[in-house]
C-alpha cells in the first residue's frame, strides 16, 4: 500500500461545522472531498462523481442514512464506507453495519486517527479503479479534473459550474461570467467557446479597460473609410472579425456607456453599423463577457446601463473565489506543480503535509492566479524534490476566534442575525446591495436593522 496514498472523499454530514471541519482536515491532506448535508443531497453526488470513500454520520433524527447506505453500495461496490455514530447510539450503529458500512467510527473521532483510517480504507478502491483503467485502457485521472481539459475542479460548486456551462454552451444566449480577481473568467470563457457549436469559429477578445472610449467603439463595430482623421480604410471591427464564433468582452464593467448602448442594440438586433457608415452589417457572434465588478452596484450608481444589465444578467456564470472550494487548492497545487516543474526541467514530488496544510489554510485573496505565482515561484526556488512551507510565498492567516457569545445553544436569534449581517457587511467592505445579495433579504432590511442597532452611518459608505 502506498504512503501517503491520497482519493475522492464524499462526506455526509449534517452538522455544518462538522462538515467543514472534516473537509479541512481531509483536503488538507490533499483529498478530493465533496460534501452533501444528507443522504438525498449524497446521492444526487453519486450522478457525476465516484468517491472511493464515503464518510456518513449517522443522524437518527434524518431521514434518507440508510437508505443512502444501501444504494450507494450497490452502486459503488468497490467504495469503503465509514459510518460515525453518535457515542452511545448502538441501534444506529448496529444497522449501519447491517445496511453495508464496512467500518464504524464515533463521531469524535481524532483527526489524526481519521487521516489514517480514510487512507487505510483507500487500497480497496484504488486497487479497483487502477484494475478498470488497467482493463479499459484508459488515463488514470479523474473523471471529474477532465471533464473540461485543463480547467481543475473537483469542488461541488465548481462541478455545478461546469454542468451550468455545459448547458449555456449549446445556445447562443448570451454569457455572463463573473468572480473575483483570478478565479478563472477567462479560463471559462474560452471553455464556453470550445464547448459551443462555433468551436469551429473565431474566439475574439477584448479587454474593454484597455481602450479609450473613442477607440474602443470603432476597435468593436469597425469603421468606414474617412470617418475620422486617420481613418483611411474601411476596417472590420471585432464583431465582424467573430462572425461565425464567439466575441469575449473582458472587463465589461469599464464598457463606457456610450459603447453600451450600441452593444445593447446588437444583443437585441443582432446587427451594427460601422462608426461613420450607416449600412446595416449582419453577423453571427455570440457574446460572452467578463467582470470582476458587480454590475447591479454599478446600475445602482448609473456607470452601467439597467437595461443592458438585464439583458446580460439571464445566463450568469458565477465563478467562486478559490476560498470557498477548498477542496481544489491541493489539485490545483498538483496541477501547477507538474506544469512548472516540467517546465524547468526540476524533479519536485509533491508537498510536504505542512505545505499542504498551509496551502488550504491560506485565504488567497489573488485566487487562482496567485496560487498558480506561488507554486511556480515555490518550483523554481526549492532546492528538495518536496515543497515545503518555507518555499512558499505565502503567510499562515491567523485564525479569528468566532465570538464565544455565538455559542449554540445560548446564543439568541437576534445576536445571530446581527452577528452574520455586520460580519457580511464587513466581508463585502460595507456595501449593503452586496450584503442584501448573499444574505437574501432586502437593502431594506439592512438599512433598517442598521438604524435600529445605531449603526446606520458608520457601518456602510453608500447607504448615504
Ligand atoms: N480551474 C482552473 N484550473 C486551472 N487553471 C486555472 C483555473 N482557474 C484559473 N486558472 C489559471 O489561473 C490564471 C488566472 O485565470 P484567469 O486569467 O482566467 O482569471 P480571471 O478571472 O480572468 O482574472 P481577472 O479578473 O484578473 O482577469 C490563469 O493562468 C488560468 O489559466
Ligand atoms: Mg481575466
Given at each position: 500500500?502506498?504512503?501517503?496514498?491520497?482519493?475522492?472523499?464524499?462526506?455526509?454530514?449534517?452538522?455544518?461545522?462538522?462538515?467543514?471541519?472534516?473537509?479541512?482536515?481531509?483536503?488538507?491532506?490533499?483529498?478530493?472531498?465533496?460534501?452533501?448535508?444528507?443522504?438525498?443531497?449524497?446521492?444526487?453526488?453519486?450522478?457525476?462523481?465516484?468517491?472511493?470513500?464515503?464518510?456518513?454520520?449517522?443522524?437518527?433524527?434524518?431521514?434518507?442514512?440508510?437508505?443512502?447506505?444501501?444504494?450507494?453500495?450497490?452502486?459503488?461496490?468497490?467504495?469503503?464506507?465509514?459510518?460515525?455514530?453518535?457515542?452511545?447510539?448502538?441501534?444506529?450503529?448496529?444497522?449501519?453495519?447491517?445496511?453495508?458500512?464496512?467500518?464504524?467510527?464515533?463521531?469524535?473521532?481524532?483527526?489524526?486517527?481519521?487521516?489514517?483510517?480514510?487512507?487505510?480504507?483507500?487500497?480497496?478502491?484504488?486497487?479497483?479503479?487502477?484494475?478498470?483503467?488497467?482493463?479499459?485502457?484508459?488515463?488514470?485521472?479523474?473523471?471529474?479534473?477532465?471533464?473540461?481539459?485543463?480547467?481543475?475542479?473537483?469542488?461541488?460548486?465548481?462541478?455545478?459550474?461546469?454542468?451550468?456551462?455545459?448547458?449555456?454552451?449549446?445556445?447562443?444566449?448570451?454569457?455572463?461570467?463573473?468572480?473575483?480577481?483570478?478565479?478563472?473568467?477567462?479560463?471559462?470563457?474560452?471553455?464556453?467557446?470550445?464547448?459551443?457549436?462555433?468551436?469551429?469559429?473565431?474566439?475574439?477578445?477584448?479587454?474593454?479597460?484597455?481602450?479609450?472610449?473613442?477607440?474602443?467603439?470603432?476597435?468593436?463595430?469597425?469603421?468606414?473609410?474617412?470617418?475620422?482623421?486617420?481613418?483611411?480604410?474601411?476596417?472590420?471591427?471585432?464583431?465582424?472579425?467573430?462572425?461565425?464564433?464567439?466575441?469575449?468582452?473582458?472587463?465589461?464593467?469599464?464598457?463606457?456607456?456610450?459603447?453600451?448602448?450600441?452593444?445593447?442594440?446588437?444583443?437585441?438586433?443582432?446587427?451594427?453599423?460601422?462608426?461613420?457608415?450607416?449600412?446595416?452589417?449582419?453577423?453571427n457572434v455570440r457574446v460572452v463577457a467578463a467582470t470582476n465588478r458587480d454590475l447591479k452596484s454599478l446600475v445602482e450608481d448609473g456607470k452601467f446601463r439597467e437595461d443592458?444589465?438585464?439583458?446580460?444578467?439571464?445566463?450568469?456564470?458565477?465563478?467562486?473565489?478559490?476560498?470557498?472550494?477548498?477542496?481544489?487548492?491541493?489539485?490545483?497545487?498538483?496541477?501547477?506543480?507538474?506544469?512548472?516543474?516540467?517546465?524547468?526541467?526540476?524533479?519536485?514530488?509533491?508537498?510536504?503535509?505542512?505545505?499542504?496544510?498551509?496551502?488550504?489554510?491560506?485565504?488567497?485573496?489573488?485566487?487562482?492566479?496567485?496560487?498558480?505565482?506561488?507554486?511556480?515561484?515555490?518550483?523554481?526556488?526549492?532546492?528538495?524534490?518536496?515543497?515545503?512551507?518555507?518555499?512558499?510565498?505565502?503567510?499562515?492567516?491567523?485564525?479569528?476566534?468566532?465570538?464565544?457569545s455565538l455559542l449554540v445553544p445560548g446564543v439568541t436569534l437576534a445576536e445571530v442575525e446581527r452577528y452574520t449581517i455586520m460580519r457580511t457587511l464587513e466581508a463585502v467592505g460595507g456595501s449593503p446591495t452586496k450584503a442584501a445579495a448573499i444574505l437574501g433579504i432586502s437593502k431594506r432590511t439592512i438599512h433598517y436593522r442598521?438604524?435600529?442597532?445605531?449603526?446606520?452611518?458608520?457601518?456602510?459608505?453608500?447607504?448615504?
Amino acid at each position: 500500500m502506498a504512503q501517503g496514498q491520497t482519493g475522492r472523499i464524499l462526506i455526509v454530514e449534517s452538522d455544518r461545522a462538522r462538515q467543514t471541519e472534516l473537509e479541512r482536515q481531509l483536503s488538507a491532506i490533499g483529498h478530493v472531498v465533496e460534501t452533501a448535508p444528507d443522504g438525498f443531497a449524497a446521492l444526487e453526488h453519486l450522478e457525476h462523481s465516484m468517491p472511493d470513500v464515503v464518510l456518513l454520520a449517522l443522524d437518527p433524527e434524518r431521514k434518507g442514512g440508510f437508505d443512502f447506505l444501501q444504494e450507494a453500495r450497490a452502486l459503488l461496490p468497490a467504495a469503503s464506507f465509514i459510518a460515525m455514530a453518535e457515542t452511545g447510539s448502538t441501534d444506529t450503529a448496529v444497522k449501519a453495519l447491517e445496511f453495508g458500512a464496512d467500518r464504524l467510527l464515533t463521531r469524535s473521532v481524532r483527526p489524526d486517527a481519521l487521516a489514517l483510517i480514510v487512507e487505510r480504507s483507500l487500497d480497496k478502491p484504488l486497487l479497483a479503479r487502477d484494475a478498470m483503467e488497467a482493463r479499459s485502457g484508459a488515463a488514470a485521472t479523474l473523471p471529474t479534473i477532465a471533464l473540461m481539459d485543463r480547467v481543475v475542479g473537483v469542488h461541488p460548486s465548481m462541478q455545478r459550474l461546469f454542468n451550468r456551462l455545459l448547458q449555456a454552451a449549446k445556445s447562443r444566449s448570451t454569457v455572463l461570467i463573473q468572480g473575483e480577481t483570478g478565479t478563472g473568467k477567462e479560463l471559462i470563457a474560452k471553455a464556453v467557446h470550445e464547448h459551443s457549436l462555433r468551436s469551429e469559429g473565431p474566439l475574439v477578445r477584448l479587454n474593454c479597460a484597455a481602450l479609450a472610449e473613442s477607440v474602443l467603439e470603432s476597435e468593436l463595430f469597425g469603421h468606414e473609410k474617412g470617418a475620422f482623421t486617420g481613418a483611411v480604410t474601411r476596417r472590420r471591427g471585432r464583431f465582424e472579425q467573430a462572425d461565425g464564433g464567439t466575441l469575449f468582452l473582458d472587463e465589461l464593467s469599464e464598457m463606457p456607456l456610450s459603447v453600451q448602448i450600441k452593444l445593447l442594440r446588437f444583443l437585441q438586433e443582432r446587427e451594427l453599423e460601422r462608426v461613420g457608415g450607416n449600412e446595416t452589417v449582419k453577423v453571427n457572434v455570440r457574446v460572452v463577457a467578463a467582470t470582476n465588478r458587480d454590475l447591479k452596484s454599478l446600475v445602482e450608481d448609473g456607470k452601467f446601463r439597467e437595461d443592458l444589465y438585464f439583458r446580460l444578467k439571464v445566463v450568469v456564470l458565477d465563478v467562486p473565489p478559490l476560498r470557498a472550494r477548498p477542496s481544489d487548492i491541493p489539485l490545483l497545487a498538483d496541477h501547477f506543480l507538474r506544469l512548472y516543474a516540467g517546465e524547468n526541467d526540476k524533479i519536485v514530488r509533491g508537498f510536504t503535509q505542512e505545505a499542504k496544510e498551509a496551502l488550504v489554510a491560506y485565504p488567497w485573496p489573488g485566487n487562482v492566479r496567485e496560487l498558480q505565482h506561488a507554486i511556480e515561484q515555490a518550483v523554481v526556488l526549492c532546492e528538495k524534490d518536496l515543497i515545503d512551507t518555507e518555499d512558499l510565498p505565502i503567510e499562515a492567516p491567523e485564525r479569528e476566534a468566532e465570538p464565544l457569545s455565538l455559542l449554540v445553544p445560548g446564543v439568541t436569534l437576534a445576536e445571530v442575525e446581527r452577528y452574520t449581517i455586520m460580519r457580511t457587511l464587513e466581508a463585502v467592505g460595507g456595501s449593503p446591495t452586496k450584503a442584501a445579495a448573499i444574505l437574501g433579504i432586502s437593502k431594506r432590511t439592512i438599512h433598517y436593522r442598521l438604524e435600529e442597532w445605531g449603526v446606520a452611518k458608520s457601518g456602510s459608505k453608500s447607504s448615504g
